[in-house]
């Protein structure tokens, strides 16, 4: 499998990694646990069985589009198979409409992940994991986790700066898109 993830600019990888080491800190799920070198703050935007080097192509096509905002928001919860807490990615249109393209691209060109309902175009969550358990629960009032500098819901800005890709088989990651600003 492979995702196609946005990356964020170096002060929110900073801010991002703060809150993994609070986390953690506080003995609770983090993925600061994650210590393989390909673990970094991301936004996934698809996943696809296989990306041909057409695929690839279009996509540093598509991702010209980066830089852009980034905004995020306060803090989620997922329960599924496991246990989620992540930062709320506020999309703006630039976002959302780099989303669909991207999925579009997917569709005519390689075998989209259709079955996860948090990647597909009008159902997509768009978010910043933190920590994941199976029986992870986080007490409390948990925005005194967010990092100093966001606001008083969570609030943060930056860019989106960078792209890759994913792949879960190999545990590599390769650039995608414009070298990162």
Same mark, same amino acid.
Request: glycine residues 8%.
């Given at each position: ?6 990356? #964020?600019?170096? %002060? =929110? $990888? ?5 809150? +993994? ?13 994650? /210590?393989?070198?390909? &673990? /970094? ?8 069985? $296989? @990306? ?8 540093? *096509?598509? @991702? %010209? ?11 989620? /919860?997922?329960?599924?198979?496991? &246990? ?15 989303? *669909? ?9 390689? %075998? ?9 175009? !009008?159902? +997509? ?5 933190? !920590? ?5 629960? +986080? ?11 966001? !606001?008083?819901?969570?609030? +943060?800005?930056?860019?989106? =700066?960078?792209? *890759?890709?994913?792949?879960? =088989? ?7 898109? #414009?070298?990162?600003?």
């Amino acid at each position: 499998m492979h995702s196609i993830e946005l990356l #964020p600019d170096e %002060a =929110t $990888d900073r801010a991002v990694r703060d809150v +993994w080491r609070v986390l953690a800190a506080d003995g609770l799920p983090s993925q600061a646990a994650h /210590r393989h070198p390909t &673990n /970094r703050p991301h936004l996934t935007l698809a996943t696809a069985d $296989d @990306l041909p080097a057409a695929t690839r192509a279009a996509l540093d *096509r598509a @991702l %010209a589009a980066l830089p852009l905002a980034l905004h995020l928001g306060g803090l989620l /919860r997922f329960s599924e198979r496991s &246990n989620v807490l992540a930062w709320e990615v506020r999309p703006d249109d630039a976002l959302l409409e780099l989303h *669909r393209d991207v999925w579009r691209l997917l569709r005519r060109t390689a %075998a989209v992940d259709r079955a996860n309902p948090l990647l597909t175009p !009008g159902r +997509w969550v768009p978010h910043l994991t933190l !920590g994941r358990g199976r029986d992870a629960l +986080w007490p409390g009032s948990e925005d005194r986790w967010l990092p100093r500098g966001a !606001g008083e819901r969570g609030d +943060w800005s930056g860019r989106w =700066t960078g792209a *890759r890709s994913y792949d879960s =088989t190999t545990r590599t990651t390769a650039r995608l898109g #414009p070298e990162p600003h």
